[in-house]
């Protein structure tokens, strides 16, 4: 290398040079008129020094956007192409509108989230206030990270979609139960339906704030009973309702066509082997119909059929029982009770028996009150992103069942 070259090579790369002194005082001066009072400015003029701006933003450096945003932050009402042009631009300059302005609209805050990045929708989520119209479409992009921060946010409105979607997301990002177990949004209905994918601790949470009583519904409607019976049963739907709310759990008819004296025999039998077809006996006397019976038979953690077992009136020993019948460990290597089936027994003793009903009731109803063939083919096929076309009980059976027709 000649010495031209070796000297050319230590020079150092020149420094950006400063904006011309001109076009940061015309920066300062636009923003200054934009932010003018309307005492000071009509419309008219306040539009044309906004367009001027944009222009001249389209082509500044970052830290000329973001100082122009900072200013604008402070406004009640900013222009609309200037508000959009900034929330959609790089962080920096964005961050100075979702952060620090207040008066942003709902439709500036939409058009941001559909046309920046998950980064600018989180800290749209972190706002004070978002309204039910902005949670919901934060919400239907899918992003946990973005339902973490929306949950998290006390002053955000969740609507009821926006809820339901929440609890569909939740298979597959289960570090957002506990957050939405938190919100006020949430019914009993949602946690019903979470009960199914959620760990063991979620679930005793689920149990112990969710499972609520009956007695209420039952004195208000305790003749109503004695009408239906009068004029027996025809309608079906004042029967499904009152199915639901009645004390008994146990379908006594079913006892006469049952190859077995009692539910407690069904269960006895179920001990050594649970069949097929003896789990579809104890689903019908215990006032189950079998799909039912077999969710709650086939789930991994074994809580439900401590549910089960206590709605219906059934002792202790009977979880041991059906524990059994499914071939689970009963007890672990040092002789003492396995811990899973230590947990379950610990979920019959801690859920009273009108409250284990009305869980296990509204399970009966949700997955089976509406299995349409369309509904059918929308399990199969995984189309929870449908939920809205479906009513409460279809969208329950969905999201509970689509799982096990994947297997």
């Known amino acids: 290398m000649n010495s031209a070259a070796r000297t050319s090579s230590l ?120 309204s039910e119209v902005v949670a919901d479409a934060l919400v239907d992009m899918g992003e946990p990270p973005v339902i973490e921060a929306l949950l998290r946010n006390e002053l955000v409105r969740l609507s009821h979609q926006g809820v339901e979607s929440i609890v569909a997301a939740t298979r597959d990002a289960s570090y957002l139960i506990p957050l939405l177990l938190r919100r006020a949004e949430l019914r009993p209905s949602h946690a019903y339906v979470m009960f199914w994918w959620a760990d063991a601790e979620v679930r005793k949470t689920i149990l112990q704030r969710f499972a609520v009583s009956r007695e209420i519904l039952q004195e208000a409607v305790d003749d109503v009973f004695g009408l239906a019976s009068a004029e027996g049963w025809e309608d079906p739907l004042s029967g499904k309702a009152l199915q639901f709310i009645a004390r008994e759990q146990r379908n006594r008819a079913a006892i006469g066509e049952s190859p077995f004296g009692s539910l407690e025999e069904a269960v006895a039998a179920g001990a050594n082997g649970l069949t097929r077809e003896i789990a579809e006996e104890i689903s019908y006397l215990s006032g189950l119909k079998p799909i ?116």
């Open 11 to 130: 020079v150092e790369p020149e420094a950006p040079k400063a904006p011309p002194r001109s076009r940061l005082t015309l920066f300062k001066r636009l923003t200054d008129v934009v932010c003018l009072p309307t005492s000071r400015i009509n419309a008219f003029e306040r539009a044309m020094s906004a367009d001027l701006l944009v222009e001249m933003l389209r082509d500044a450096s970052v830290a000329e956007r973001e100082k122009v945003a900072r200013r604008l932050a402070m406004l009640n009402e900013m222009p609309g192409v200037l508000a959009r042009l900034l929330l959609r631009d790089e962080l920096p300059v964005a961050r100075a509108l979702l952060v620090e302005a207040e008066k942003l609209t709902d439709a500036d805050l939409i058009s941001c989230l559909y046309n920046a990045s998950m980064e600018h929708r989180r800290l749209i989520a972190h706002r004070r206030g978002v």
């Open 292 to 407: 039912t019976g077999a969710k709650i038979f086939t789930d991994p953690g074994g809580e439900p059929l401590a549910v089960l077992c206590k709605a219906a009136g059934l002792p202790r020993g009977c979880v041991r029982q059906l524990w059994r019948g499914l071939d689970r460990q009963e007890v672990d290597r040092s002789g003492e009770l396995d811990h899973a089936l230590e947990r379950v027994m610990t979920i019959y003793d801690m859920v009273a028996v009108d409250r284990a009903q009305t869980v296990l009731r509204y399970w009966n109803w949700s997955l089976t009150s509406a299995l349409s063939p369309a509904l059918l083919k929308a399990i199969r096929e995984g189309e929870e992103a449908a939920l809205g076309e479906y009513s409460t009980p279809q969208r329950s059976a969905m999201l509970a069942l689509s799982r096990d027709f994947d297997r």
